[in-house]
């Protein structure tokens, strides 16, 4: 039996305003971004405390304060130089800073036994731009470059050491390149749609269980992306829709044979998190007018290869390949007010491993899994009065 307790009071103000106008042209987009932030939180996290006393730490209270203020003006410009073609420029300059006072504190006489004052800042300058063509009314394609920023920042709260307590991780920076289609086609009875991406991350933010001190921690990364997103919607009656989408991913980690004390293993040995290799959706639906109403009924079919759950790719907690089949029947009224509709999901009653916890890479290390329910079926009636 593990005895927890935590007291948490959180404030926050945000605010975005934005300037909208433009002419035959262009358009524009001027705005300005403020965020604030203050979260108090006192716990004696015992669970993680009870490792820590195999580790020789002491026990005792976690009293963590820390504010964040975050602020940023962006701007946007989209110019119409002709019906096919349009180009698009924009940029956001951001601040951010985070500051912080974790103290453990003596549960009996609430002395402080350590103290420390961690602090972030940072700015940064992002952009993108975007040219598209139009050959015609139903044909757009696309081609972008874009820079992303993600704020670093502290370690979790409860701390168990001053070193933990002292731990930051850096900003999140991302060089991204994209091109597309989209497209209605054939008397705009069928969508389709397609994007390659390529992405180059630096500092990837990577949350880890780490191992030594059982507490959860944020560690950077190179990392590079790149993969291939199709869908698509085919309607060609009334009584019938097609539709699915697929995406491709490869991931690989830009850091050689580096260990992270958190992983454990070389980077290079390694898969990305929560990035499966293919994952595709299949949805057909039929419908049909009768005097009662819309009858409508259908399936779909997902697919998702095996990927890794954390960044130390566990054994443990391991995402196997998995397909699932949901159906469904239901009937709306000619004047939209009641709607009854009977399901049936994961109707093959797969094993779908939804998260886990492990911390450690190798063979045969433990870990936590939590699964979905298994079948589900389900009636449901709606009305609007």
């Given at each position: 039996?593990?005895?927890?307790?935590?007291?948490?009071d959180?404030w926050?103000?945000?605010?975005?305003?934005?300037?909208v106008?433009g002419n035959?042209?262009?358009d524009y987009?001027?705005g300005?971004?403020?965020?604030?932030e203050?979260v108090?939180?006192?716990a004696?996290?015992r669970?993680n405390?009870?490792?820590a006393?195999?580790i020789?730490q002491?026990f005792g209270?976690n009293?963590?304060?820390?504010?964040?203020t975050?602020?940023?003006?962006?701007?946007?410009?989209?110019?119409h130089l002709n019906?096919?073609?349009?180009f698009t420029?924009?940029?956001?300059?951001?601040s951010d800073?985070?500051?912080a006072?974790?103290?453990?504190l003596?549960?009996?006489t609430l002395?402080p036994i350590?103290?420390?004052?961690?602090?972030?800042?940072?700015?940064?300058?992002?952009?993108?731009?975007?040219?598209q063509?139009?050959?015609?009314?139903?044909?757009?394609?696309?081609?972008?470059?874009s820079?992303?920023y993600?704020?670093?920042?502290?370690a979790?709260?409860?701390?168990?050491?001053p070193?933990?307590?002292?731990?930051?991780?850096?900003?999140?920076?991302?060089?991204?390149?994209e091109?597309?289609?989209r497209?209605d086609?054939?008397?705009?009875?069928l969508r389709f749609n397609?994007?390659?991406?390529?992405?180059?991350?630096?500092?990837?933010?990577l949350?880890?269980?780490?191992?030594?001190?059982f507490?959860f921690?944020?560690?950077?990364a190179?990392?590079?992306?790149h993969g291939l997103?199709l869908?698509?919607?085919w309607?060609p009656?009334?009584?019938?829709?097609?539709?699915?989408?697929?995406?491709?991913?490869n991931?690989?980690?830009?850091?050689g044979s580096?260990?992270?004390?958190?992983?454990?293993?070389?980077?290079d040995?390694?898969d990305?998190?929560?990035?499966?290799?293919?994952?595709a959706?299949?949805?057909?639906?039929?419908?049909q007018?009768?005097?009662?109403?819309e009858?409508a009924?259908?399936g779909?079919?997902?697919?998702?290869s095996?990927?890794a759950?954390?960044?130390g790719?566990?054994p443990?907690i391991?995402?196997?390949?998995v397909?699932?089949?949901?159906v469904?029947?239901?009937l709306?009224?000619?004047?939209?007010?009641?709607?009854?509709?009977l399901e049936?999901k994961?109707?093959?009653d797969?094993?779908?491993?939804l998260a886990?916890?492990?911390?450690?890479?190798?063979?045969?290390s433990?870990?936590?899994?939590?699964?979905?329910?298994?079948?589900?079926?389900?009636?449901?009636?709606?009305l609007e009065?």
């Amino acid at each position: 039996m593990v005895d927890l307790y935590q007291e948490l009071d959180q404030w926050q103000f945000t605010q975005e305003v934005q300037l909208v106008g433009g002419n035959e042209q262009a358009d524009y987009v001027l705005g300005a971004y403020y965020f604030r932030e203050n979260v108090q939180q006192l716990a004696n996290n015992r669970f993680n405390q009870i490792f820590a006393g195999i580790i020789g730490q002491p026990f005792g209270l976690n009293d963590d304060e820390q504010d964040t203020t975050s602020w940023a003006v962006f701007g946007e410009t989209t110019f119409h130089l002709n019906e096919q073609w349009s180009f698009t420029i924009g940029g956001r300059y951001t601040s951010d800073e985070k500051t912080a006072n974790r103290r453990l504190l003596d549960p009996n006489t609430l002395a402080p036994i350590w103290d420390v004052d961690p602090s972030f800042d940072d700015t940064n300058f992002s952009w993108r731009a975007v040219a598209q063509y139009r050959p015609n009314d139903n044909v757009m394609l696309y081609g972008s470059y874009s820079t992303g920023y993600k704020a670093g920042g502290l370690a979790g709260t409860r701390p168990i050491t001053p070193n933990v307590a002292f731990n930051t991780y850096e900003p999140e920076e991302l060089s991204s390149w994209e091109v597309g289609l989209r497209s209605d086609l054939f008397d705009n009875t069928l969508r389709f749609n397609a994007t390659y991406f390529y992405a180059i991350y630096d500092a990837l933010q990577l949350s880890v269980l780490e191992p030594a001190t059982f507490q959860f921690g944020v560690i950077n990364a190179d990392a590079i992306v790149h993969g291939l997103e199709l869908e698509g919607v085919w309607r060609p009656t009334d009584q019938f829709q097609l539709s699915g989408n697929l995406g491709t991913t490869n991931f690989r980690y830009d850091e050689g044979s580096r260990i992270d004390p958190a992983v454990g293993v070389p980077f290079d040995t390694l898969d990305g998190k929560q990035f499966p290799d293919l994952a595709a959706r299949l949805n057909a639906v039929f419908y049909q007018p009768t005097e009662l109403g819309e009858f409508a009924f259908g399936g779909s079919a997902t697919y998702s290869s095996a990927f890794a759950r954390n960044v130390g790719n566990s054994p443990a907690i391991f995402s196997d390949e998995v397909t699932t089949l949901d159906v469904f029947a239901q009937l709306t009224s000619p004047d939209g007010r009641w709607r009854l509709k009977l399901e049936g999901k994961n109707i093959t009653d797969e094993d779908i491993f939804l998260a886990g916890n492990a911390p450690g890479a190798a063979p045969g290390s433990w870990g936590s899994r939590y699964y979905t329910y298994g079948a589900i079926w389900s009636a449901s009636l709606r009305l609007e009065f």
